[in-house]
């Protein structure tokens, strides 16, 4: 639900900076869909299970070696929130966006969401 409404959000900031191309009814539940699945698999990224020993200790605890999957995850999600919050802002503060910065908030979405997908999907593929 949450990357289902931040995809909503995204696609009414669009639809109301007049961008004729993406303006539509259909873009607008394509932004929507994809936000709920990129939420939905990149959120919840399974754990690599590398084989390797911890390294080092900090308080007690062992330290993993970083997955870069989670962390293109992570950069994904961050990507994406940032493009609806922002998205949130100019609706609410009923600022005028001109159409290049819409279209750089867009794909910037899209990256975001994109970037969730492939990291979620590759943890799974990997998990199995």
């Known amino acids: 639900m949450a990357g289902a ?12 900076a007049r961008v ?4 539509s009814i259909s873009v607008s539940l394509a932004l929507m869909v994809l936000g709920a699945i990129g939420f939905y698999l990149g959120i919840d990224v399974p ?3 590398t084989g390797r020993p911890p390294q080092g200790h900090l308080t007690g605890k062992d330290l993993q070696p970083m997955d870069p999957v989670e962390l293109f995850s992570a950069a994904g999600t961050f990507l994406a929130a940032m493009a609806a919050f922002i998205s949130v802002y100019s609706i609410v503060a009923d600022s005028d966006s001109t159409p290049a910065f819409t279209l750089l908030l867009t794909f910037g979405w899209l990256l975001g969401v994109f970037m969730q997908i492939v990291a979620g999907t590759t943890a799974r593929i990997r998990r199995t």
């Open 5 to 16: 409404s931040c995809g909503l959000f995204v696609a009414a900031h669009v639809s109301s």
């Open 47 to 49: 754990p690599h299970r």
């Open 20 to 23: 004729e191309a993406l303006g």
